[in-house]
């Protein structure tokens, strides 16, 4: 399948002329945090200094695209507070993490598009390895997610998608309590239904293995959900609904759960402007869902809101306010968590290319168990050159 998708790409571009545009990047940042480690007690507040150089690339022509980004973020952490001897210091977390995102599609035939995707990443963000992610380690480590997948199309209103989904995870360090490696294979698959050119709807099963190289139990989960999207001027919103079942392999404390799920969400923007951001954006979405990543069998039912809003001022100045609330209900114990994080932003776009940006925030979790409680403040500053160049 791989080859056959590399093989339709390179035909479809041999034959069409297409438009290339590369982008270098480089961004230099700093941030504080008054709670560096996310702890209950002993809070230590740390600086955090980064350099992220990457670039973007993209080519298209009449039937096919193609782009690859890449970036590397260098982090470098100082103690401001006294730490005693025998205690981690801030810099025994420096590391250099990468992110890299291949995608490529091709119009095999009038009704079929072929598509391969892959993300390689090197992170110490727990959030990047699972959306529901409520944890506050800092374990690094590398994920690779590879996807190919086909969209097949009945006429004008009905459409048939496939996908398979490969996700490895490999801890740097495995030691008991450091992370466990995983492996997690998924097939997706929707089916569309147009109403009207405005309204659609969709069908999606999903079913996939997770399996862990260690003690913790291997499980087998399987969802189905029915959405419908409807789109209102600038605005797309969708609500979905359904079913989600996890078994697993061994004993463990929660036994097989299940539980509904659903979400709801509302995106939009307006018409760009000449700096290419738009000049309001809006992006709310509210969900209901297991974690999937579970080490240690801690598995949680989320409700979860996440919200972001933009808007341009006067062409230069990009106001930027996101925050999350999440509600973590335990399977395997009483403990429930309410986590939550605010933010307000702006970027100052000096030019085409530069950009100046200030942000501060807030973040805290409150929970039933003693020890699992933690809040931290954040102020960070953000310098980004982003050229562009192109070519016919």
């Not at 709670?35 to 200094?49: I, M, P, R, S, W």
């Not at 929707?190 to 099963?205: A, E, G, I, Q, R």
Request: charged share 25%; proline share 2%; aromatic share 14%.
């Amino acid at each position: 399948v791989l080859l056959w998708l590399v093989f339709v790409f390179i035909t479809q571009c041999s034959f069409a002329e297409g438009r290339m545009v590369f982008k270098p990047i480089i961004e230099n940042g700093r941030k504080m945090d008054s709670n560096f480690h996310k702890a209950d007690t002993n809070e230590k507040e740390v600086y955090t200094y980064n350099v992220k150089p990457g670039f973007e690339f993209g080519y298209t022509t009449g039937k096919s695209t193609v782009s690859f980004n890449y970036f590397a973020n260098v982090l470098r952490y100082d103690d401001q507070d006294a730490i005693p001897a025998g205690q981690l210091k801030a810099d025994d977390y420096d590391y250099v993490g990468h992110n890299a995102i291949f995608k490529a599609q091709a119009q095999a035939t009038d009704r079929l598009l072929v598509g391969l995707d892959n993300q390689f990443m090197k992170s110490s963000d727990a959030a990047s390895a699972d959306a529901n992610s409520n944890a506050v380690d800092r374990f690094r480590y590398s994920i690779n997610r590879l996807s190919p997948r086909l969209l097949y199309t009945f006429g004008e209103k009905y459409g048939l998608g496939l996908k398979y989904t490969n996700s490895s995870t490999d801890y740097s360090d495995d030691a008991a309590g450091q992370g466990e490696d995983s492996d997690e294979d998924r097939g997706t698959f929707n089916l569309y239904y147009y109403f009207t050119p405005k309204t659609s709807f969709d069908l999606d099963y999903q079913i996939w293995t997770y399996d862990y190289a260690k003690t913790s139990s291997d499980y087998d989960s399987q969802q189905v959900m029915v959405n419908v999207n409807h789109q209102l001027n600038y605005f797309t919103v969708s609500a979905g609904v359904g079913y989600h079942s996890r078994d697993f392999d061994q004993t463990v404390a929660s036994g097989d759960i299940d539980t509904t799920t659903w979400k709801l969400s509302v995106m939009g923007q307006n018409a760009s402007d000449d700096v290419g951001i738009p000049k309001s954006s809006v992006s709310l979405s509210l969900s209901s869902n297991f974690n999937d990543s579970g080490s240690g069998d801690t598995y949680y039912n989320t409700t979860r809101l996440d919200a972001r809003l933009t808007y341009l001022l006067m062409g230069k100045l990009n106001w930027i306010l996101t925050g999350s609330i999440q509600n973590s209900d335990y399977e395997t114990s009483t403990r429930e968590d309410d986590r939550w994080q605010i933010s307000l932003g702006a970027d100052y776009l000096i030019n085409e290319s530069f950009s100046f940006g200030l942000e501060g925030g807030v973040e805290e979790r409150d929970s039933n168990t003693a020890g699992k409680d933690f809040d931290n403040d954040y102020f960070m500053v953000n310098v980004k050159f982003h050229p562009i160049m192109g070519a016919k």
